[in-house]
């Protein structure tokens, strides 16, 4: 029998490889938040070697860090099969990718659960994937792991003002928007958690759409499970999803398109070297769990 964390990512998978066919032509968020992460990433000075994509879906980002660090390996990875069969498919690349050259290695897989060597990663990248999580706090763990110490994490997550319009005009009659996490509890997670030196920024993003089952379909194109889920099957029934098509229209703006909202938080964090004591030993800290 499976668990309902079990359930879910099964749910999550499907709802994935339903949209992965679709997804290059409604992902203008993520192409457009990969592109403000990489002149970020400019930024940084760190030898890379190894790079992990967590949560590629089709591999835009990793055509951006290719671009950056053309002699690394670059491990794409996705819970998703048929994401990355597609991104195989749109570079004509064979599948499975055995005999390519050893710089691009694809990895089906849970982040929660990562299949990787510790401390074998000098940068983990993860773009608008994380917020699907359930268990965010463990999959920081995994990723904590598998870098290498003074390796870097950097990802793109969305924040609580996601879709802030759909919900107000639901009401929770039609659709339910799932929460997100605060920045700032992100950031508790990744001290927690082990890392150093902890970076987080957020801003608002608006998509603009000509009307709202134009929002919905892109939702859905998208595999939107973890966004907007309906509240019955029968899409809200008639009556509560017109109601909403009504209520949105609070929000259309002078050029008579329709705003979505998206807050993208973005952080960057380290795992720090190991201390060594004047005599070249490994330092370790033994705190006090008593008040």
Not at 136 to 148: G, T
Not at 254 to 261: E, L, W
């Amino acid at each position: 029998m499976l668990t309902l964390s079990a359930a879910r990512r099964a749910r999550l998978r499907r709802s994935f490889d339903r949209a992965a066919a679709g997804f290059d032509d409604v992902a203008t968020l993520p192409r457009e938040i990969a592109k403000r992460m990489s002149e970020r990433l400019a930024l940084m000075r760190l030898p890379v070697r190894c790079v992990l994509d967590a949560g590629c879906g089709t591999g835009h980002g990793a055509n951006l860090l290719r671009q950056r660090y053309r002699s690394a390996l670059i491990i794409e990875l996705d819970l998703s099969e048929r994401m990355l069969r597609h991104a195989a498919r749109r570079r004509r690349l064979p599948w499975p990718l055995s005999g390519l050259p050893a710089r691009r290695v694809t990895v089906c897989a849970d982040i929660q659960k990562l299949p990787l060597t510790a401390a074998s990663i000098d940068l983990v990248w993860s773009n608008l994937a994380l917020h699907w999580l359930e268990d965010l706090p463990a999959a920081f763990s995994q990723l904590h792991r598998v870098l290498r110490p003074g390796g870097l994490l950097m990802f793109s997550i969305l924040g609580p003002d996601t879709l802030k319009e759909l919900r107000a005009a639901s009401a929770g009659d039609a659709f339910h928007v799932n929460p997100h996490r605060d920045m700032h509890d992100i950031g508790d997670m990744l001290v927690a958690c082990g890392y150093a030196d902890p970076v987080m920024d957020m801003e608002h993003v608006t998509l603009t759409y000509v009307d709202v089952p134009g929002l919905l379909r892109d939702l859905r194109a998208h595999g939107s499970i973890g966004l907007v889920e309906p509240q019955r099957k029968d899409l809200g029934g008639v009556g509560d999803y017109h109601s909403t098509l009504a209520r949105y229209e609070q929000f259309r703006r002078n050029d008579k398109r329709m705003p979505a909202t998206f807050e993208v938080i973005y952080g960057h964090a380290w795992k720090p070297q190991a201390k060594i004591s004047p005599t070249g030993k490994r330092v370790i800290d033994i705190r006090s769990t008593q008040a």
